[in-house]
């Protein structure tokens, strides 16, 4: 397995660093979860608008390793929940999101006032990226 290298990067920001439909795995008492989420890449990570209780957050906050799969590309990766969107904390990337989702972040599905809606950061550890009949496998930098 190689680190993510300028080519294996650059997919991924065509692929996946603008509005993207992804399918996040999380487990449950051994049990595997799947649904598809909106997400943006940047820098080895996903991000998502979603609400902090919702059941993929609760499985997160009690077992953080996660599975994503997308256009020809899967890989594994730790959930974290940056907490509410609106907290300056968050302000940089919470800015990159609404520019990436303003097809329909305002479509009245987030409640921006409601301290729960929070951002889901997926920082990926491993994955495999197929490009052009060629199957590369890519050493995010972290640790499961």
Not at 87 to 95: H, L, T
Not at 117 to 123: A, D, P
Request: net charge negative; with cysteine.
């Amino acid at each position: 397995m190689k680190k993510l290298d300028e080519q294996a990067e650059q997919i991924m920001n065509e692929r996946f660093g603008k509005d993207s439909v992804i399918a996040l795995a999380t487990t449950e008492n051994g049990v595997p979860y799947v649904r598809n989420v909106n997400a943006y890449y940047e820098n080895g990570a996903f991000y998502v608008i979603t609400h902090g209780l919702s059941t993929k957050m609760k499985q997160i906050e009690k077992n953080p390793v996660v599975a994503v799969a997308g256009e020809w590309f899967t890989a594994h990766g730790t959930g974290e929940n940056l907490g509410y969107f609106g907290r300056p904390e968050n302000s940089e990337i919470a800015g990159k999101l609404k520019k990436v989702f303003a097809e329909w972040i305002d479509n009245g599905h987030n409640d921006f006032d409601d301290v729960n809606t929070c951002i889901l950061r997926i920082e990926l550890t491993d994955g495999v990226l197929l490009f052009h009949g060629t199957r590369i496998e890519v050493d995010f930098g972290g640790i499961i």
